[in-house]
């Protein structure tokens, strides 16, 4: 399986913003509650593929969406805080 | 029956909007921003879909610079209340609506400044007419696009680049001018426009908002309404972030999945296209109406320099006994009275009786308009013969 990241944001206006650019662009994401033990800004993030990291932020900076900051989802930590699929 | 009060909602709206508004409540009916599960989700999609369209109609380039309010007056009360601290100086154009001139009376007496730049009979402005009144504590200029008594369009890029020059904020009430002709907050350099979703946008009462230029510093610019937003929930300060900032409490969410279908409906038909119909519909309003004895009309006398807005008045007769007239014997809908703008009464000279406002829209019919006027003529002929 792919390594995964998680982008954080500030709001939920900010993660379906996210969320349509970066579909748009054709991109792998998926929108997810936010890890706990990463953020509790706000209730959802917008997971992608790791290695988009790069092209998601230059993307999302184009389009004026502010990002918080892109966190590695590492097998460790997925382990010890699973979190369920939903939304898109 | 004809409806020509679109100045005050434009009604009827396309068929799309009152779909969209029950599929929300019937399909979705979640608050977006809290929660987090699929519903909220895709109420907070449907509220930016809302935003993308308003961005695309008005030209902005980030959708997230599009705020929602209640209404345009929400918008404007925003930016008056935000801006305008004690010993600020605002100037603003003499066709204002009570929007923006019961804020500023209210605010006038904690302290800020308010001067009038005088317009023309017709209600006309330019650019070098409001220079002479810039002040160093100048800190607002206002002003309303187009007039809803008489529809006299402004010239909002020339003000604009005016007010950048001096490095003066612009605030244009586009209440009137939304949807009905081209917009271009980005290329003419437009600070804050405050926006009526129930008019030209073409969606349901109760939306409206503030579209915020990308070189607009939001730090400037305080939340006059704060509380929940479902960010940042841990804290006690209100977010500083668009567009979380200027929306908080649970939005109307159905009234902007309207919206959005109804500034779609405009997008698809095209603004240039509604504006050449309202004008051909305005244009017959002048020409038939110039033509009926003891019909004065007010503003612009040529179609193409007014919104599709045309005031007029009847010798003899007050304006709210011909509107009652009309609608009793002609099923003609129209505004008498002051339509909540003295000042631009007072700019036109026809204060205390105010006007018969007649606002056609995209959907009158030249064929109404011309029943219209008829019944015009009717109710004229009538107070002219006694
Ligand atoms: C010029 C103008 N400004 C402001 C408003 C207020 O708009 P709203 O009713 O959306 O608050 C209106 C219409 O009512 C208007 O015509």
Redesign the interface.
């Given at each position: 399986m792919a390594e995964l990241a998680v982008i954080l944001v500030?709001?939920?206006?900010?993660?379906?913003?996210a969320e349509?650019v970066l579909k748009r662009a054709g991109l792998e994401v998926k929108?997810v509650?936010t890890p706990r033990h990463l953020s509790?800004?706000?209730?959802?993030a917008v997971r992608i593929p790791a290695r988009d990291g790069a092209v998601c932020e230059q993307l999302l900076q184009a389009?004026?969406?502010?990002v918080d900051r892109i966190e590695l989802l590492s097998e460790r930590k997925r382990g010890q805080e699973p979190f369920s699929e939903?939304?898109? | 029956m004809i409806y020509l009060d679109n100045a005050a909602t434009s009604w009827p709206k396309p068929p799309g909007v009152a779909d969209a508004m029950v599929r929300f409540l019937r399909d979705v009916g979640a608050s977006?921003?809290?929660?987090?599960?699929?519903l909220?989700?895709e109420a907070?999609?449907i509220?930016?879909d809302a935003r993308e369209a308003v961005a695309e109609l008005l030209g902005l380039?980030?959708?997230?610079?599009v705020v929602f309010t209640a209404n345009a007056t929400a918008a404007l009360n925003l930016v008056l209340h935000g801006l305008l601290t004690p010993g600020a100086h605002v100037v603003i154009s003499g066709m204002e609506h009570n929007a923006v001139m019961r804020p500023l009376r209210s605010l006038e007496t904690g302290g800020a400044a308010v001067t009038i730049v005088p317009c023309g009979a017709d209600g006309a402005l330019t650019a070098a007419d409001i220079e002479e009144y810039l002040r160093p504590t100048t800190r607002l200029l206002v002003v309303n696009h187009a007039s809803n008594v008489c529809g006299t369009v402004q010239p909002v890029g020339e003000i604009a680049a005016l007010a950048r020059r001096h490095g003066i904020a612009l605030l244009v009430d586009a209440a009137q001018t939304g949807g009905c002709r081209p917009i271009d907050v980005t290329g003419d350099g437009i600070d804050l426009l405050a926006f009526s979703g129930h008019k030209g946008l073409l969606g349901p009462t109760g939306t409206g908002g503030l579209v915020i230029h990308?070189d607009f510093d939001i730090d400037r610019l305080p939340a006059l309404i704060q509380g929940g937003?479902?960010?940042?929930?841990?804290h006690e300060r209100q977010?500083d972030?668009l567009?979380?900032k200027y929306e908080a409490g649970t939005p109307n969410i159905v009234g902007l999945a309207g919206l959005a279908a109804g500034v779609r409906f405009v997008l698809e038909r095209g603004v240039e296209a509604i504006r050449r119909h309202e004008q051909d519909l305005t244009g017959r309003l002048l020409a038939g109406l110039r033509e009926i004895a003891g019909v004065r009309i007010l503003g612009p006398q040529d179609a193409g320099q007014r919104a599709a807005v045309v005031s007029f008045t009847v010798a003899g007769r007050a304006s709210s006994d011909v509107a009652y007239e009309l609608e009793q014997r002609f099923g003609v809908l129209c505004r008498p009275g002051l339509h909540c703008a003295p000042l631009a009464h007072r700019t036109l000279g026809t204060l205390p009786g105010g006007t018969v406002r007649f606002a056609p829209g995209l959907f009158n019919t030249v064929e109404q308009i011309a029943a219209a006027v008829d019944a015009v003529r009717e109710v004229a002929g009538a107070a002219t013969h006694g």
């Open positions: 500030h709001s939920t206006s900010h993660a379906i913003a349509r929108l509650p509790s800004n706000c209730g959802s389009a004026g969406v502010p939903k939304g898109s | 977006p921003g809290r929660s987090g599960h699929a909220a989700n907070e999609r509220r930016l380039r980030n959708p997230l610079r990308e937003t479902g960010s940042r929930s841990e977010p972030f567009p979380d």
